[in-house]
């Protein structure tokens, strides 16, 4: 029986080829074949002959670095160990840095950048690299991708997979980084004044021209309490906020914790329905229900929940009507309570007190409470002490709520426009058009006779964008608009119909938006304008040249859990399903500012996908 397997197994024998058949065949293929193999073998030593020599260069470089490390001290400048003192407080003045050489003296432009946020980021990689001596002050010495930070407080993607170096950054344009903090600015002896990290007190940077890129701080709206809550805008507030997450989990678990106490633990609170509070709920949401569900008892399940207070009809209100309802839908569908029409009146130690709008005009407004295990602030953005101080020093910024900036992103206020102001911390003050409607009239009117015809009504249109660009998506349709705003049919509009029309234009104008696509945009602008004021050494000149910003909206995203929903300029929505999730991370990921980000954000995917996320408290 053993026997006939194996015998029936045995292949059978191939069938005897004549000779000359086979010689015929091998004439017929040694010349191919031979031809592959030397292929083969040119292309592997090719390869290795490649990888070696780059494992040879790359091993040399970190040779090089530490043979010029030896003997720094005898080329650093003495002003880089003892700076002079001087300005109006007679601080140290940091005129020279320890990186700087006695041998090559930088005689460039000082350009100092306070802040490494997206704007500041963004101005060194455009940046031309020999033009400025760039100096770049910041609390932190890494750049942090803000808009992931809510997968990074359930473990979903590791805090180091949201941040790079600064001085990785600055190594292009050889600059310098300091960390410490701005606390004041001599505007006429062109000091910045910091704080630094060693506690040794303060100093001064010299500067010809400044760029201020703080960034904001959550705005308070007057509530109490608010010390008892967290926010989410540093790598700090994101190991508090996951920290926290698994403590009161696992002290819900423990069998001393009484029902009442175990609800309260495990009621997760969200201070605002913007994106930031939307993708934290989403994120906590796939924590629980992936996660929490497979190595924690059933019941702490049942007894989470998760609450949204908005102050507005609906979460995203940013984003269009569609795309709001279908998160608030969706939402629903996942047991996430959304508490529209709500604002808060305090926080206390374990539970926030709001206030319901009344249904209707004549009713009483409702008062309301929710326990919290944790309750996140996201409720809008505040100005930075340092920004509060600039608003002190300059009279063209008092009583603002941000730093205003003319068009080319110069600080109002400063008459050298040596100041810069960028991202979050400001806004491009919007033009009261009805001030200069004689100004704009005498540019079009070209017959003079105090009224426009059409052509002429587009040549103020033309001036309008040019000066102006944000009043550019208000003016649009040009033939349309000319009759709407010609009230008597005369075929011209007169000086009351334009001054109309420019009333009406500064009534839709709006602020532009704190977020990162704009602090980019800014700081790909403001590099240029200064590579091309490096060339010219004239202000004038290089407005004509580059011309005023011009914020292109390329659309928002927000994570909703397993999904997301985008809204584009060019009219597409995204609105849910898988292919949405993978749209989001995959503009994300090319949003990075290096490969080796890029690399640990695909790795962190892969990982939750496989194993799940990390449930330690650490």
């Given at each position: 029986?053993?026997?006939?397997?194996?015998?029936?197994?045995?292949?059978t024998l191939p069938k005897?080829?004549?000779?000359?058949?086979t010689?015929r065949?091998?004439?017929s293929?040694?010349?191919?074949?031979?031809?592959?193999?030397?292929?083969?073998?040119?292309?592997?030593?090719?390869?290795s002959?490649?990888?070696?020599?780059?494992?040879?260069?790359?091993?040399?470089?970190d040779?090089?670095?530490v043979?010029?490390a030896?003997?720094?001290?005898e080329?650093?400048?003495?002003l880089a160990?003892y700076?002079q003192r001087?300005?109006?407080?007679?601080l140290?003045?940091?005129?020279?840095?320890?990186?700087?050489?006695?041998?090559?003296?930088n005689?460039?432009?000082?350009?100092v950048i306070?802040?490494g946020?997206?704007?500041?980021?963004?101005?060194?990689?455009?940046?031309?690299?020999?033009k400025?001596?760039?100096?770049?002050?910041?609390?932190n010495?890494y750049?942090?991708?803000?808009?992931?930070l809510?997968s990074?407080?359930?473990g979903?993607?590791?805090?180091?997979?949201?941040i790079?170096?600064?001085?990785?950054i600055?190594a292009?344009?050889?600059?310098?980084?300091l960390?410490?903090?701005?606390?004041?600015?001599?505007?006429?002896?062109?000091?910045l004044?910091v704080?630094?990290?060693?506690g040794?007190?303060?100093?001064?940077?010299?500067?010809d021209k400044?760029?201020?890129?703080v960034?904001?701080?959550?705005?308070?709206?007057?509530?109490?309490?608010?010390?008892?809550?967290?926010?989410?805008?540093?790598?700090r507030?994101?190991?508090d906020?996951?920290?926290?997450v698994?403590?009161?989990?696992?002290?819900?678990?423990?069998?001393?914790?009484?029902?009442?106490?175990?609800?309260q633990?495990?009621?997760?609170?969200?201070?605002?329905g913007?994106?930031t509070?939307v993708?934290?709920?989403?994120?906590?949401?796939?924590?629980?229900?992936?996660?929490?569900?497979?190595?924690?008892?059933?019941?702490?399940r049942?007894?989470?929940?998760?609450?949204?207070?908005?102050s507005r009809d609906?979460?995203?209100?940013?984003?269009?009507?569609?795309i709001?309802?279908?998160a608030?839908?969706?939402?629903?569908?996942?047991h996430?309570?959304?508490i529209t029409n709500a604002?808060v009146e305090?926080?206390?130690?374990?539970?926030?007190v709001?206030?319901?709008?009344?249904k209707?005009?004549?009713?009483?407004?409702l008062?309301q409470?929710?326990p919290y295990?944790l309750?996140?602030?996201?409720?809008?953005?505040?100005?930075?002490?340092?920004a509060?101080?600039?608003?002190?020093?300059?009279?063209?910024?008092?009583h603002?709520?941000v730093l205003?900036?003319d068009?080319?992103?110069h600080l109002?206020?400063?008459e050298?426009?040596s100041?810069?102001?960028?991202?979050?911390?400001?806004?491009?003050?919007n033009?009261?058009?009805?001030?200069?409607i004689?100004?704009?009239?005498?540019?079009?009117?070209?017959?003079?006779d105090?009224?426009?015809?059409?052509?002429?009504?587009?040549?103020?249109?033309?001036?309008l964008?040019?000066?102006?660009p944000?009043?550019?998506?208000?003016?649009?349709?040009?033939?349309?608009?000319?009759?709407?705003y010609d009230?008597?049919?005369s075929g011209?509009?007169?000086l009351?119909?334009?001054?109309t029309?420019?009333?009406?234009?500064d009534?839709?104008?709006?602020?532009?938006?704190?977020?990162?696509q704009v602090?980019?945009?800014?700081?790909?602008?403001?590099?240029?304008?200064?590579?091309?004021?490096?060339?010219?050494g004239?202000e004038?000149?290089?407005k004509s040249?580059?011309?005023a910003?011009r914020?292109?909206?390329?659309?928002?995203?927000?994570?909703?859990g397993?999904?997301?929903?985008?809204?584009f300029n060019f009219g597409?929505?995204?609105i849910?399903g898988?292919?949405?999730?993978y749209?989001?991370?995959?503009?994300?990921?090319?949003?990075?500012?290096?490969?080796r980000?890029r690399?640990?954000?695909?790795l962190d995917?892969?990982?939750?996908?496989?194993?799940?996320?990390?449930?330690?408290?650490v």
């Amino acid at each position: 029986m053993f026997t006939r397997s194996i015998l029936s197994k045995t292949p059978t024998l191939p069938k005897k080829t004549p000779f000359f058949s086979t010689n015929r065949a091998y004439l017929s293929t040694s010349r191919p074949s031979t031809f592959r193999r030397n292929a083969k073998r040119i292309a592997l030593l090719s390869g290795s002959t490649l990888t070696a020599t780059g494992l040879f260069f790359f091993l040399s470089q970190d040779k090089d670095y530490v043979e010029d490390a030896f003997g720094a001290h005898e080329r650093v400048p003495y002003l880089a160990f003892y700076p002079q003192r001087g300005g109006a407080k007679n601080l140290p003045v940091i005129s020279h840095q320890l990186d700087d050489d006695i041998e090559h003296e930088n005689k460039k432009p000082r350009l100092v950048i306070v802040g490494g946020g997206w704007g500041a980021v963004s101005v060194l990689n455009n940046l031309d690299k020999d033009k400025y001596n760039v100096t770049l002050v910041s609390e932190n010495n890494y750049f942090l991708f803000t808009p992931l930070l809510p997968s990074a407080t359930v473990g979903t993607l590791e805090l180091r997979s949201l941040i790079e170096p600064v001085r990785k950054i600055l190594a292009r344009v050889k600059g310098h980084f300091l960390e410490g903090h701005a606390v004041d600015i001599d505007i006429n002896e062109k000091y910045l004044e910091v704080e630094g990290k060693n506690g040794k007190g303060n100093y001064y940077i010299p500067y010809d021209k400044l760029i201020v890129g703080v960034g904001a701080t959550s705005i308070t709206h007057g509530v109490e309490g608010l010390e008892h809550t967290q926010q989410l805008k540093t790598i700090r507030d994101a190991i508090d906020i996951r920290r926290k997450v698994t403590e009161n989990v696992e002290k819900a678990c423990l069998p001393t914790t009484t029902p009442e106490e175990r609800k309260q633990l495990l009621s997760f609170v969200i201070c605002g329905g913007g994106p930031t509070g939307v993708e934290f709920a989403a994120e906590m949401f796939d924590w629980i229900n992936e996660d929490l569900v497979r190595w924690f008892p059933k019941l702490i399940r049942e007894d989470i929940s998760i609450s949204i207070i908005q102050s507005r009809d609906h979460i995203l209100n940013t984003f269009d009507s569609k795309i709001s309802d279908y998160a608030e839908k969706r939402f629903d569908r996942e047991h996430i309570n959304i508490i529209t029409n709500a604002r808060v009146e305090r926080i206390n130690e374990k539970e926030v007190v709001y206030k319901l709008k009344a249904k209707d005009s004549h009713g009483e407004p409702l008062i309301q409470k929710i326990p919290y295990g944790l309750c996140l602030w996201s409720t809008g953005i505040a100005m930075t002490p340092f920004a509060k101080k600039i608003t002190e020093k300059l009279e063209a910024q008092a009583h603002k709520r941000v730093l205003t900036t003319d068009v080319y992103m110069h600080l109002n206020g400063v008459e050298d426009e040596s100041i810069f102001a960028l991202g979050d911390c400001a806004t491009i003050e919007n033009p009261n058009l009805v001030e200069h409607i004689m100004e704009f009239i005498e540019i079009a009117d070209k017959d003079k006779d105090g009224i426009l015809q059409f052509d002429e009504f587009r040549d103020l249109c033309k001036t309008l964008t040019s000066k102006y660009p944000l009043t550019s998506q208000h003016i649009v349709n040009l033939q349309n608009m000319f009759e709407e705003y010609d009230k008597d049919n005369s075929g011209d509009l007169d000086l009351s119909e334009i001054k109309t029309m420019l009333k009406d234009i500064d009534s839709k104008m709006t602020h532009l938006p704190a977020t990162a696509q704009v602090a980019s945009q800014q700081g790909q602008y403001l590099a240029k304008y200064l590579n091309r004021l490096a060339e010219s050494g004239n202000e004038q000149a290089t407005k004509s040249a580059v011309g005023a910003f011009r914020y292109n909206h390329l659309g928002a995203l927000a994570y909703l859990g397993n999904t997301a929903v985008g809204d584009f300029n060019f009219g597409f929505q995204m609105i849910g399903g898988l292919w949405a999730l993978y749209l989001w991370r995959s503009v994300y990921w090319s949003e990075q500012v290096s490969m080796r980000t890029r690399m640990n954000l695909s790795l962190d995917w892969s990982k939750c996908a496989i194993w799940g996320r990390d449930i330690s408290t650490v």
